[in-house]
């Protein structure tokens, strides 16, 4: 597709329940983020992949939630035993990497967002 | 998680007023970056700042890459009606540190 899609676009669940969420990047984009926005306020970093190399899991708030990235495509944010407080927004986003020019090493370009998955934990 | 401070929290405008927002920081960046976001979807990017002191224009749109690293400010000139919408600034701290911080966001509506 032309964008990053993500589904569902609308999850209800209830307490204590486990959740799946997926992500479709952008054909090419070798990396994908996934950031989490709760009711009016910004986003906030929760794991991004990179390729081949280890995820970066720093933003993920607790063992509870995980991420996998199967095949460098597709991912999946996985939350074990919601809690009301994971009630939130999840967005995913990709982007590919590019040449910085005259710094040693490269940063990706652009990360364009999905639409998101609202999640309600009752 | 932190967040950069971002103001106003909410502008409400008539259509044609220019606006002004801005965000700081107590970190240094080397990326500031501006994204709107419309109900139900994704952030979207506007502008991206990769040196300090940079001044960009999109349309109507310029933002600054504060000297400091520690700061940006975006101006909308002309608001029009589409212009309604959350806006967020984000840095990215580190090269290959590809995480992006982002701010509390500026609500603007604009008054027919």
């Known amino acids: 597709g032309a964008g990053v899609s993500q589904s569902p676009s609308n999850k209800v669940t209830e307490k204590g329940k486990d959740v799946e969420l997926r992500c479709d990047p952008i054909?090419?984009?070798?990396?994908l983020y996934w950031y989490r926005q709760s009711l009016g306020q910004g986003l906030e970093f929760l794991i991004y992949?990179?390729?081949?190399?280890?995820?970066?899991k720093s933003g993920l708030p607790s063992d509870r939630f995980s991420a996998e990235r199967t095949g460098g495509s597709v991912s999946t944010l996985t939350i074990q035993r919601t809690q009301q407080e994971d009630s939130a927004v999840y967005l995913c986003?990709?982007?590919?990497?590019?040449?910085?020019?005259?710094?040693?090493?490269?940063?990706?370009?652009?990360?364009?967002f999905g639409p998101g998955t609202r999640l309600t934990v009752l | 998680g932190q967040q950069l401070n971002q103001s106003p929290q909410s502008m409400f405008i008539q259509e044609g007023e220019d606006v002004s927002m801005n965000c700081t920081s107590s970190s240094i960046f080397n990326t500031w970056l501006w994204y709107k976001q419309d109900p139900g979807e994704g952030p979207v990017l506007l502008i991206a700042l990769y040196k300090a002191g940079e001044l960009t224009s999109n349309g109507r749109l310029t933002a600054q890459f504060g000297i400091t690293r520690k700061d940006s400010f975006l101006n909308i000139s002309a608001s029009i009606p589409s212009d309604v919408g959350i806006y967020f600034c984000?840095?990215?701290?580190?090269?290959?540190?590809?995480?992006?911080?982002f701010g509390t966001g500026t609500r603007l509506t604009i008054i027919p």
């Open positions: 984000a840095g990215r701290s580190n090269f290959g540190n590809e995480k992006l911080t």
């Open positions: 986003a990709s982007s590919r990497p590019v040449s910085n020019g005259g710094a040693s090493g490269f940063w990706t370009d652009t990360q364009y």
């Open positions: 054909s090419g984009h070798t990396a």
């Open positions: 992949f990179q390729g081949n190399s280890a995820p970066d």
